[in-house]
Structures are given as C-alpha cells and as structure tokens.
C-alpha cells in the first residue's frame, strides 16, 4: 500500500462547478500536510499547507481527519485556469521525510 | 516565484554515465530535498540535506548521493546512469528555524538517458 494514495482522476467539470478531491495517508506519525499544484511540464506550486483541521483560501477549501487520516481538497467555482494536476504530501515531524501521491488530473471545460 | 534554483533544466546522458545536478535554496533556507518524478506520478522522495548532512533518505540505491553547501546550495550526484533515471528531478527548500516544513520546489532538471 502506497504511504499517501489519491484517486487518479481524470475530474472533468464545467466552469463553476464544485470539485473535491480525497487523499489518505497511512503513516499515523504524519504531522503536516500539503496540497500542491502541478501544471504539465512544471514544477509542484504550493497551494495550501494544512496543520490543523483545516483551512481556506479563497475558493479553496482544506480539511484534514487525523481519525480517518485523510486529507480533502474543495474547489468552488471553478475556473479554466484551476486545470491541473493536484498532489497531495503529508511530512513526518520536522519534515524530515515528505511523501506524495501520485497526483489528481483535473480538466476545467468551458 | 520561489526563488529555488536548479541547473542545468535539461540534459542528455547515455546509460553507465554520471550526472549532477544543482540547486540553490531560497533566500533564508537550510534545508535542501531532493525529489525524482517519473512520467505521470507523483515526485518520490530521494534524500534531505540540512546542516550539510544527508538527514532523511527515501527509498533509493547509494549511487544517488548529495552535498550540501555552506551557503545552503546543493548538488545531487548519480553515477552508473539507468534508463529508468530518466525522470525530471526537483529539488526544495525549507526552513528549519521557523519550525514550518513546507517545501518550495525549484524549475526542476529533466534528465534524459538513452
């Protein structure tokens, strides 16, 4: 079983629709977690760090089960530009080792 | 942008050959990570640098070793190329003295073997 695991995808949505995306961990030590934005051919773009429960920015939406130990993503509203690849890491204490999964594709259609 | 640097962004190697590549931190932190990201998945772990020491290691062979630098930079080194080496490989940076462990990638090398 892989350390972070995350549903492939594709996504394909509409302009404005609501999208979540699930990621589950199996190292219980994990302390922190990331969701990250990778556009083809890119480098990995931070797009939140969870340490708590969860949090919010913008449009987008963190939570994090430490009892289930899963990790969620929600997009509102989405928009053509939010077209990605999303990937999730969780990092033990002191980050001395981050794992990520392979990563969600995500299409935005007009 | 994060300001993590990586050169060269492309190279060609053929197999048996040795390879490094660079990285320069961003302004402020001490920790260097190295990741290897084959077509299609997700970057795997291959090793931490802080303090100039190896501090943390993912599941790959002693031919991929690393330095770290006085001033942070890095250099990840792998010898006797494979064709499965080819991969883009991205270095990050962080900082230990804010306690955050949140990673900053750089551009990434894409390393191609024939």
């Known amino acids: 079983r892989k350390e972070v695991e995350q549903d492939p995808g594709p996504f394909n949505v509409p302009e404005g629709a609501t999208v979540a995306f699930n990621c589950t961990y199996s190292n219980s030590a994990s302390q922190s977690f990331f969701w990250y934005r990778q556009d083809c051919r890119k480098e990995p773009k931070l797009l939140m760090s969870?340490?708590?429960s969860g949090n919010e920015d913008g449009r987008f939406t963190a939570q994090l089960n430490r009892a289930s130990q899963y990790i969620s993503l929600l997009i509102r509203d989405s928009k053509l530009s939010d077209s990605a690849t999303y990937l999730c890491?969780?990092?033990?204490?002191?980050?001395?080792?981050?794992?990520f999964g392979a990563g969600t594709r995500l299409f935005v259609k007009a | 942008e994060t300001g993590v640097t990586q050169s060269p962004t492309h190279l060609i190697k053929t197999r048996g050959q040795q390879v490094t590549l660079r990285c320069s931190s961003q302004?402020?932190?001490?920790?260097v990570s190295w990741y290897q990201q084959a077509l299609g998945q997700g970057p795997q772990f291959i090793f931490q640098?802080?303090?100039?020491?190896?501090?943390g290691r993912g599941n790959f062979p002693p031919r991929f070793s690393g330095l770290q630098f006085p001033n942070y930079s890095s250099e990840l080194n792998v010898n006797a190329l494979e064709l499965d080496d080819s991969a883009l490989y991205l270095c990050a940076s962080s900082s230990r003295i804010d306690r955050t462990d949140t990673q900053y990638f750089g551009p990434g090398t894409r390393l191609t073997v024939l």
């Open positions: 640098y802080y303090r100039e020491e190896e501090n």
């Open positions: 302004s402020g932190h001490n920790t």
């Open positions: 969870v340490y708590s």
């Open positions: 890491a969780a990092s033990n204490t002191g980050g001395f080792k981050t794992i």
